[in-house]
């Protein structure tokens, strides 16, 4: 579970809060779908979550555990997939992914077979000796997925992953996704993509100018709201006044 109360972020600089009074509880074992128009502050929550960057106050507890007094232990349980692709070009898939399961302290007897495995679930076996600048968005993106997975996380932070993505390595992401999910990960995932958050998500917050407007199961907000689709709500709830 995360909890996240009286958020608060100020970058250096800024006239505005990034984000201001953001309050939300996700639950475990959730596909939470964070939704806003541009600037809305998604990747902000995201990177405070991810303990990347710091918030001005608040608090956010994960798994129980402060996320300003239990950063290491955290690290451990989350994964993160951040919206630019972290990954060397000049390396191999297979390289990279070494790199990553290093770093997460995967136990090296078993690392490799890890990959190969991942790799075969989401169709690049065969790319994995190949170096990553050869690749297009959507293998990029795939092979960035799995860098944020090799350790296990309970809890996994996607920033828009589908962005650049062709159709057929988006079904594969998604479906993988939701294998993850119901195999007892949760995650928290930001999109521009209202029918792809509307079918994916468990729930979704929508947020505009740094604060959770509502949080709720895409149906159950689509009926209160009279709307044939997410799109709608999302943009009734996000117009500017
Ligand atoms: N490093 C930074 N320094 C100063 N201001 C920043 C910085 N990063 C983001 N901001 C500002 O904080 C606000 C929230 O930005 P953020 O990137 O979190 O929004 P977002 O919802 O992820 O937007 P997008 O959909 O475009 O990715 C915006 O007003 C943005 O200009």
Redesign the pocket.
């Known amino acids: 579970m995360i909890e996240i109360e009286k958020l608060y972020k100020k970058?250096?600089?800024?006239d505005?809060f990034?984000l201001e009074d953001f309050n939300l509880t996700i639950k475990s074992n959730e596909i939470h779908g964070v939704l806003?128009?541009?600037?809305?502050?998604?990747?902000?929550?995201m990177?405070i979550l991810s303990g990347l960057i710091l918030p001005t106050s608040g608090k956010v507890s994960i798994q129980g555990k402060e996320l300003q007094k239990d950063l290491n232990k955290i690290k451990s349980l989350i994964g993160i997939v951040p919206?630019e692709y972290a990954l060397y070009p000049t390396l191999t898939a297979r390289e990279n992914l070494l790199f990553f399961g290093k770093i997460y302290k995967v136990p090296s007897n078993i690392l490799n077979d890890k990959i190969n495995l991942l790799a075969e679930r989401i169709g690049m076996n065969k790319f994995l000796d190949k170096k990553i600048e050869s690749f297009s968005g959507g293998m990029k993106r795939r092979i960035n997925l799995l860098a944020g997975i090799l350790h296990q996380p309970e809890i996994l932070f996607l920033?828009?992953p589908t962005v650049g993505v062709d159709i057929q390595s988006k079904l594969i992401l998604l479906e993988y996704l939701k294998e993850l999910n119901q195999q007892g990960m949760t995650i928290v995932y930001?999109s521009?993509h209202m029918a792809e958050a509307e079918d994916f998500c468990t729930r979704i917050t929508i947020?505009n100018l740094?604060k959770a407007i509502i949080t709720e199961e895409p149906k159950k907000l689509i009926q209160e709201h009279n709307a044939h689709n997410l799109e709608e709500v999302f943009v009734s709830l996000t117009k500017l006044s």
Do not use: I, R, W
Request: proline letters at 4%; glycine letters at 16%.
């Open positions: 970058y250096k600089n800024a505005v990034a806003g128009p541009n600037g809305a502050g998604k990747t902000t929550l990177s919206q920033d828009e930001t521009h947020m740094g």
